[in-house]
């Protein structure tokens, strides 16, 4: 006796040798509903009669049950009725297998969430008001939560605000492709923001996808850096530093920009502004973030509260 388990992230129809090998040999397919699995496997010249799940009279060791899309939940109570009656010896159908017809690849639930985010967009009265503009500050609120959790080494609440932040992408992406207006939109959608850097990593690395040559972490990244100049073909080596970011960030971001382009002294005056980019320039040189390490000194003076 089997039991066939499909994907909802998968076309139905797309099965596995496995699926189809149980489908082909069966004496008997049966399924709860009619559902899309269903339609594809009829429409492959395989008869399958409906069946609610109580109804196992004519259940036997070459029958196949096909679950309903994605429900494995349903296919592994089927399971436990199944065995349960056969070890009572009111159905005697021997073992129970559980077939996967077809399965997640990595990133598939990220589909659930590019349909959950157009559901809320389309339905819920709160998120069809948003914008670009009105969504900054959550994007910047969960970026520092994320950098929270970093500094405090809890990684089961840096994939929480991780999945927070990549909600926040996917928000935005779901309002440029559904305006609130129902008129004009940005004309992209998550999968152009996909596409984009699917491109952008393919081609800022050769020495993976093509036929370059960097042997060392330090050669990877200059040579991205050439590529990212000749592609931004920018005016300025500070060029794209955001002056928004928060002051020390801003700092390293600056310094790091203009030793690319050649040395750069600390300040030789003693003002208070002097002397803290003398120490980004230090932390540079120690290979250390100096806005992460003032964070984290900073969060050990802040004490626990229970």
Same mark, same amino acid.
């Given at each position: =006796?089997?039991?066939?388990?499909?994907?909802?992230?998968?076309?139905?129809?797309?099965? *596995?040798?496995?699926?189809?090998?149980?489908?082909?040999?069966?004496?008997?397919?049966?399924?709860?509903?009619?559902?899309?699995?269903?339609?594809?496997?009829?429409?492959?010249?395989?008869?399958?009669?409906?069946?609610?799940?109580?109804?196992?009279?004519?259940?036997?060791?070459? *029958?196949?049950?096909?679950?309903? $899309?994605?429900?494995?939940?349903?296919?592994?109570?089927?399971?436990? *009725?199944?065995?349960?009656?056969?070890?009572?010896?009111?159905?005697?159908?021997?073992?129970?297998?559980?077939?996967?017809?077809?399965?997640?690849?990595?990133?598939?639930?990220?589909?659930?969430?590019?349909?959950? =985010?157009?559901?809320?967009?389309?339905?819920?009265?709160?998120?069809?008001?948003? *914008?670009?503009?009105?969504?900054?500050?959550?994007?910047?609120?969960?970026?520092?939560?994320?950098?929270?959790?970093?500094?405090?080494?809890? $990684?089961?609440?840096?994939?929480?605000?991780?999945?927070?932040?990549? =909600?926040?992408?996917?928000?935005?992406?779901?309002?440029?492709?559904?305006?609130?207006?129902?008129?004009?939109?940005?004309?992209?959608?998550?999968?152009?923001?996909?596409?984009?850097?699917?491109?952008?990593?393919?081609?800022?690395?050769?020495?993976?996808?093509?036929?370059?040559?960097?042997?060392?972490?330090?050669?990877?990244?200059?040579?991205?850096?050439?590529?990212?100049? $000749?592609?931004?073909?920018?005016?300025?080596?500070?060029?794209?530093?955001?002056?928004?970011?928060?002051?020390?960030?801003?700092?390293?971001?600056?310094?790091?920009?203009?030793?690319?382009?050649?040395?750069?002294?600390?300040?030789?005056?003693?003002?208070?502004?002097?002397?803290?980019?003398?120490?980004?320039?230090?932390?540079?040189?120690?290979?250390?973030?100096?806005?992460?390490?003032?964070?984290?000194?900073?969060?050990?003076?802040?004490?626990?509260?229970?």
């Amino acid at each position: =006796m089997r039991i066939l388990v499909t994907s909802p992230r998968v076309a139905p129809g797309l099965l *596995t040798a496995a699926g189809w090998d149980a489908l082909r040999e069966a004496s008997l397919v049966l399924a709860p509903e009619d559902d899309p699995t269903v339609e594809a496997v009829r429409a492959a010249g395989v008869d399958v009669r409906v069946e609610p799940l109580g109804r196992l009279d004519d259940v036997s060791a070459d *029958t196949v049950w096909i679950a309903p $899309t994605g429900d494995v939940e349903w296919a592994h109570a089927l399971a436990d *009725t199944l065995l349960a009656r056969s070890e009572s010896g009111t159905e005697p159908v021997g073992e129970v297998e559980i077939v996967f017809g077809s399965y997640d690849l990595p990133g598939a639930r990220l589909l659930d969430l590019v349909a959950v =985010m157009d559901q809320l967009r389309v339905e819920c009265p709160w998120t069809r008001e948003q *914008t670009h503009a009105s969504l900054q500050q959550y994007l910047l609120e969960e970026s520092y939560e994320v950098l929270d959790a970093l500094d405090r080494g809890d $990684t089961d609440e840096l994939r929480e605000e991780l999945g927070d932040l990549l =909600m926040q992408v996917v928000f935005h992406a779901a309002v440029a492709a559904r305006p609130v207006d129902g008129v004009s939109d940005d004309g992209w959608d998550i999968d152009d923001v996909a596409a984009g850097i699917v491109e952008k990593l393919v081609r800022r690395n050769p020495h993976v996808f093509g036929d370059g040559d960097a042997a060392t972490a330090d050669e990877v990244d200059a040579a991205w850096q050439r590529l990212k100049a $000749t592609e931004k073909r920018r005016t300025s080596v500070l060029d794209g530093v955001p002056p928004t970011l928060p002051a020390l960030a801003y700092a390293d971001k600056v310094v790091g920009r203009l030793q690319r382009a050649g040395e750069v002294a600390a300040p030789a005056g003693d003002s208070l502004g002097e002397r803290l980019l003398a120490l980004v320039i230090e932390a540079r040189a120690a290979g250390q973030d100096p806005e992460a390490a003032l964070r984290r000194t900073v969060n050990a003076l802040v004490p626990s509260v229970e």
